[in-house]
């Protein structure tokens, strides 16, 4: 049995590269989406009493979120990048956007 060989060399004909921005974005969307679901996980846990710093730190969390939604945005806009890091990390900020200001909304 002959083995197949696919092709043989691989030429990339794009001077595309991958945003750094939109890298950056999606790293902090991850780093607001965890940290909103470890503040909820604690403040479940502690029966809603969590205090004064966990609500700071919400509102960090928030701001990370609104950073890397901007990031994203600028990231998109960026000529000769590939597009999708920068779209997944938009639709990840966004989503964590709507969380936080859910949280804020139910919390008033």
Same mark, same amino acid.
């Given at each position: 049995?002959?083995?197949?060989?696919?092709? *043989?060399?691989?030429?990339? +004909?794009?001077?595309?590269?991958?945003? =750094?921005?939109? !890298?950056? @974005? /999606?790293?902090?969307?991850?780093?607001?989406?965890?940290?909103?679901?470890?503040?909820?996980?604690?403040?479940?846990?502690?029966?809603?009493?969590?205090?004064?710093?966990?609500?700071?730190? *919400?509102?960090?969390?928030? +701001?990370?979120?609104?950073?890397?939604? =901007?990031?994203? !945005?600028? @990231? /998109?806009?960026?000529?000769?990048?590939?597009?999708?890091?920068?779209?997944?990390?938009?639709?990840?900020?966004?989503?964590?956007?709507?969380?936080?200001?859910?949280?804020?909304?139910?919390?008033?």
């Amino acid at each position: 049995m002959r083995r197949r060989r696919h092709g *043989g060399h691989n030429y990339k +004909f794009t001077e595309k590269t991958h945003s =750094i921005r939109g !890298i950056v @974005s /999606i790293v902090f969307a991850i780093l607001s989406l965890l940290s909103c679901g470890g503040m909820i996980w604690y403040s479940y846990s502690s029966g809603g009493n969590a205090g004064i710093y966990i609500g700071s730190a *919400g509102i960090f969390g928030f +701001f990370v979120a609104v950073i890397s939604f =901007i990031l994203s !945005i600028s @990231s /998109i806009r960026e000529p000769e990048t590939f597009r999708v890091i920068p779209y997944v990390s938009l639709g990840c900020s966004l989503a964590v956007t709507a969380v936080w200001i859910v949280l804020y909304i139910g919390g008033i």
